[in-house]
């Protein structure tokens, strides 16, 4: 399978950061000293508008025009406004208006955008582009003219206000949250998530909701500082409810006397220029504590770009269909990917046809861009969303699977009864949670085990996988073991719920030449013993001969040749077998030699 992989990722090697707990996050801010003077203010003004009854005695919209402006001192520490209330009042009651209006911008934009982003990301189709579409036009709106249209119609109110302000900030937040979900949802511990048989709900909140979060927090504290510079300009142009005692009302009622007694400005000023200064600098410093020294995560994505080439358009597309002998776990008959492009389709498999029957090993071999990725992932229904599949029959144990991805039948078969061991150890599991939890969750959901005895399990699995120390692999975060180790847990997931089919994409490739032979040891141990079917998809002939009892060899998208191993290697009969064959012996023909295919025709596994 062709990986774009991302630098510091070699051989499966880890540079993943570990996750940063809330306790190391509020300690790693603490240390910041502007994000902890950010926020001692926040705290402070919060604390002060909460505690303003305690605070004053005064009523913050009682008014005297006998002590009109009246200096600070005495009964009013601050002063009074140009009607006589009291300026220490207003500013604490104040804090109360403008912290909930703007508590309420932010509620509303992250109820809307998080969720809303979460599903176009994730499930994309029509949805994404109805949301997309309504998020562009929301945002073309000129917010200033849609809030005095509001406020016309329904009357001067601040939390009204603040809700429709909320609502045009969600689609920044919508925006946000579906680029990082269509990010993340590439993602191969999302796949293996998928071929676990999680269900689309618990893969978002499990997976793709972690990823999300500390974004989202950042882009909330922004807005909570945005909401308050919006609320407070709406105020002071006396659009806000009339009455309350608010930030805005103060510079209004302030700007009024400006000449006579200016030090009015300073209060409603200063809540409000260090309110939003300590929100903008707590946004800052939670980007540095949460991504700041973080390497980039050990990760690959699947590779989405496009192929020039299109196979197959020459080709016979009905094949001889495989004989049926009664064991067979597997049937794919006329299996077709192909991917739109430009002008027309590229067809990545071509009519394959292939069995395995209980308890055999099928080998998938060819060269890099053949299809057996492709083939491979069609089966366990894991191709990209713009991937078109169609088969004449793909039927597992007896029941049709059909081409659908998200079909209910798949999904309940994945992980269950077929497992998955895929190509790269490390970008499979998720960096965000512990071995144990990771082997665990699938077989409590699939096995109905409870928590003690999917513990249990798994540490027998791991102990049984070879992994000398199973407590401590259990309790380790992936970062914190070898890519070896990390394949023999992703057997163990794979084998946890003790599948029939077993499909393994090139699953010694990322590893050290020392290890693949243990791994491929363990593999045909655990095969045998628990007679599963397996499908292996190999560019390496040393592992067909190690563990294969059929092979399938593909090219172009197409079997074109299906054999017991042992004769395959002994006879082979198609050109390009041969020359994959002998371009493994050290005195290998030239590949000028082997480019045509001559005699080629397609064959069923
Ligand atoms: N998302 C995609 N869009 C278009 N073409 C794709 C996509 N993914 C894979 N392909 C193409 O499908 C073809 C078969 O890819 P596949 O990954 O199955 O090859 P492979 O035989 O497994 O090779 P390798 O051993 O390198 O992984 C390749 O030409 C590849 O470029």
Known sequence: MTLLSEPGTLG????????????????????????????????????????????????????????????????????????????????????????????????????????????????????????????????????????????????????????????????????????????????????????????????????????????????????????????????????????????????????????????????????????????????????????????????????????????????PSSLPLPRLSGDELLVVEDLKVTYPKDDGETIVVDGVGLTVRRGEVLGLVGESGSGKSQTAFAVLGLLPAEARTTARRLVFDGTELGTSDRGRTRQALRGRRIGYVPQEPMSNLDPSFRIGSQLAEPMRRHLGLSRSEAKEKALALLERVGIADPARVYTSYPHQISGGMAQRVLIAAAVSCDPDLLVADEPTTALDVTVQAEVLDLMRSLQQERRMGMILVTHDFGVVADICDRVAVMQNGRIVEAAPARDLFAAPTHPYTRMLLDSTLEDSEPRRLLGTTGTEQGADA
């Open 12 to 315: 499966g090697e880890p540079v993943t950061a570990a996750p940063a707990s809330r306790h190391r996050l509020l300690r790693r801010l603490l240390k910041d000293p502007v994000a902890a003077v950010s926020l001692a203010i926040l705290g402070l003004v919060v604390l002060a508008s909460a505690a303003a009854p305690l605070l004053t005695a005064h009523d913050p919209a009682g008014s005297n025009v006998a002590h009109a402006l009246a200096p600070a001192g005495g009964a009013h520490p601050l002063g009074t406004d140009g009607v006589g209330r009291d300026v220490l009042a207003r500013l604490l009651y104040g804090g109360r208006t403008s912290l909930l209006g703007t508590a309420l911008a932010t509620a509303v934009a992250v109820l809307l955008g998080v969720p809303l982003g979460l599903v176009a990301g994730y499930f994309r189709g029509w949805f994404d582009g109805v949301a997309s579409w309504s998020a562009n036009l929301v945002m073309s709106v000129p917010a200033i003219i849609l809030l005095l249209v509001v406020l016309g119609s329904v009357g001067q109110n601040t939390y009204v206000a603040m809700a429709v302000f909320g609502l045009l900030m969600a689609p920044g937040v919508f925006r946000l949250v579906r680029g990082l979900v269509n990010a993340v949802r590439e993602e191969l511990y999302v796949d293996a998530a998928r071929v676990s048989g999680l269900s689309d709900g618990r893969i978002i909140r499990r997976h793709i909701l972690r990823v999300v979060q500390a974004p989202v927090i950042i882009q909330a504290v922004q807005i909570l500082g945005i909401g308050i510079l919006i609320q407070s300009g709406l105020e002071f142009l006396g659009l806000g409810s009339s009455g309350k005692a608010s930030w805005g009302s103060m510079l209004n009622d302030a700007f009024g006397n400006i000449y006579t007694k200016p030090v009015l400005l300073l209060w409603p000023g200063l809540a409000i220029g260090l309110t939003v200064a300590a929100s903008g600098l707590l946004g800052n410093a939670l980007t540095d504590a949460l991504f700041g020294g973080a390497a980039g995560r050990s990760r690959k994505r699947r590779s989405a770009t496009p192929v020039k080439r299109s196979v197959g358009e020459d080709r």
